[in-house]
């Protein structure tokens, strides 16, 4: 309880709650747990971790002992997202819901044009015999050689019944009676259930700036000159951090807290920067310290924040 996962030198290292080393997850090498990259670590309700592992996820138990890979590259029941146009293949990230059953979420690089390069960003339910697309979306990645900005990406995270709770912010948004709004979808995998959590916000126009090294405006923003509505989401147990692209006067960015089970607005709060992981009443984030090298900092969030 507490424990913090950190992927660092092909390794997972674990620290518990104060900051004192607890055990070290693999190495580098070939092998069975072993490491040649070592990103993306998701540890499931049960304790299973899966850890983003170069071109495939190492699967470990709950003591940590090595299971299995999961490399969908080669599972040709993926290959309905491919189409004719040359692409590759990146898998993002992997939560195990059981021996069977997993969510995944990978990218489809397409490579017709290096210049204007386009990508599908996909997010998949396998339940060990078929797979159910909940997301798939395809957007503009590179222009004239030059990675496109603020184009929106698909955020996703899950809840203590394994339900999963995602949004792709350039797409899940909707506008009735002149209001803005985004969408969150909530998936229960056992039911196959889906449910929207929808909450309003205001639109900010993409600043000159961020864009003007283009000779050409993005395709999307000669149409929706706007940010996407959010710039990323966290879950917290059954609360829902949504980080928008409005800001105040100091730079903080406007965050929605949302109950996830209720699919009702708790309360906003202004954060000083999107954290890498909230969990537990606490925020955590990557930083250097003074000699240049990275240290996990931890900050405890106002309880106000989340309405108690």
């Known amino acids: 309880e507490g424990d913090i996962f950190v992927t660092d030198e092909k390794r997972v290292k674990v620290f518990y709650k104060n900051g004192k080393e607890k055990r070290i997850i693999g190495r580098p090498g070939q092998g069975p747990g072993e490491f040649l990259s070592a990103q993306n670590p998701v540890l499931n309700n049960e304790g299973i971790l899966s850890v983003r592992n170069k071109t495939e996820f190492s699967i470990f138990n709950k003591n940590f002992s090595f299971s299995k890979n999961i490399d969908i590259r080669f599972d040709p029941r993926y290959n309905v997202f491919k189409d004719d146009r040359p692409s590759s293949l990146t898998e993002n990230k992997l939560l195990v819901l059981n021996q069977d059953e997993w969510i995944v979420n990978f990218t489809l690089s397409l490579l017709v044009n290096r210049m204007n390069q386009h990508i599908i960003t996909v997010l998949v339910f396998d339940n060990g015999k078929n797979l159910h697309t909940l997301s798939l979306h395809e957007i503009q990645f590179v222009q004239e050689g030059i990675l496109i900005p603020n184009r ?23 506008t009735e009676d002149g209001a803005h709004y985004y969408d ?125």
């Open 152 to 174: 929106g990406n698909i955020y996703w995270g899950y809840l203590p019944d394994n339900s999963i709770i995602y949004t792709h912010t350039r797409f899940d948004r909707h």
């Open 184 to 308: 969150l979808h909530v998936f229960s995998p056992g039911s196959e259930k889906k449910t929207i959590i929808c909450h309003a916000y205001k639109p900010v126009e993409v600043q000159e700036r961020s864009i003007n090294v283009f000779k050409k405006k993005p395709e999307y923003l000669k149409k929706d000159p706007f940010y996407p509505p959010l710039n990323g989401f966290l879950v917290d147990n059954t609360t829902i951090f949504a980080f928008t692209y409005s800001k105040n006067e100091t730079e903080e960015i406007l965050t929605d807290i949302l109950d996830a089970f209720e699919g009702k607005y708790i309360s906003s709060a202004y954060f000083p920067w999107i954290p890498d992981c909230i969990k537990n009443g606490y925020a955590y984030r990557i930083a250097k310290n003074k000699e240049g090298f990275d240290v996990v900092e931890k900050y405890r969030i106002d309880p106000a924040v989340y309405g108690k």
